[in-house]
């Protein structure tokens, strides 16, 4: 079983507001990943990580902002939150063994909400 | 254009049949191929998975077949029970350091 948590589970706010979505793991995983996904579509990945003070930007462009500062924790934030931003937000971890990324563990997923 | 493709947004069996779920695939590089599932407000949970140098692997009621040649992959659930209605991912990974690329996803549904 993959221990790996996201918080807040449902959020709803307002446009124009700043918000950071949680995300841990006590896997001990190298690289960890922020996918996007909307009701019958593909998940697409939106940011990730190889490793602390590591982040590049995935296939899917996002005004999101991701850090990683220590090995266990990956939040993502939106600095001015938009209706567009609407969606579910998924994180996920894998092993980054010799350079090959291994199966990917996804936490329950953030289910933002703009108004 | 996409790379990865499940034609079937929707698949209905009654309990106790076989669930068959397709993917197909573009990218002759695709190396590494998994299943997923996934509950609505749930995180995708990992299924099963297949490396380009096999054809099939099973693991209990999941069986999962790969057809190089033809670029395809299957899923296999027998059989079916309840439990087993959600939401399928396919994903294929495009070299040992690449990034999963995932279709968009099969919806299943068992019958009691």
């Known amino acids: 079983e993959a221990d790996i948590y996201q918080t807040p589970r449902y959020l709803v706010i307002g446009t124009g507001k700043k918000i950071t979505l949680e995300c841990s793991q006590t896997?001990?995983?190298?690289?960890m990943y922020w996918y996007q996904q909307d009701p019958g579509m593909e998940l697409h990945l939106i940011h990730y990580s190889y490793g602390v003070n590591s982040t590049e930007k995935g296939d899917l462009s996002s005004e999101s902002t991701v850090s990683r500062i220590r090995t266990e924790h990956f939040p993502l934030t939106l600095e001015s939150a938009r209706p567009s931003h609407t969606s579910q937000y998924l994180c996920a971890s894998s092993e980054w063994t010799s350079g090959r990324t291994d199966t990917q563990y996804f936490g329950p997923g953030t289910r933002l909400t703009v108004l | 254009d996409q790379q990865v493709k499940q034609n079937s947004p929707s698949l209905s069996v009654q309990e106790g049949r076989i669930s068959i779920l397709n993917c197909d695939y573009t990218n002759s590089m695709f190396d590494y191929f998994l299943w997923y599932k996934k509950y609505p407000a749930e995180g995708p949970t990992f299924l099963i998975s297949?490396?380009?140098?096999?054809d099939k692997n099973e693991d209990g009621r999941f069986t999962v077949f790969l057809n190089k040649s033809a670029k395809h992959l299957s899923l296999h659930i027998v059989p079916s029970q309840p439990g087993d209605s959600a939401v399928y991912f396919c994903a294929a990974r495009p070299g040992s350091q690449g990034n999963l690329i995932f279709g968009k996803g099969t919806k299943l549904s068992v019958k009691p």
């Open positions: 297949i490396s380009s140098i096999k």
């Open positions: 896997m001990g995983h190298d690289k």
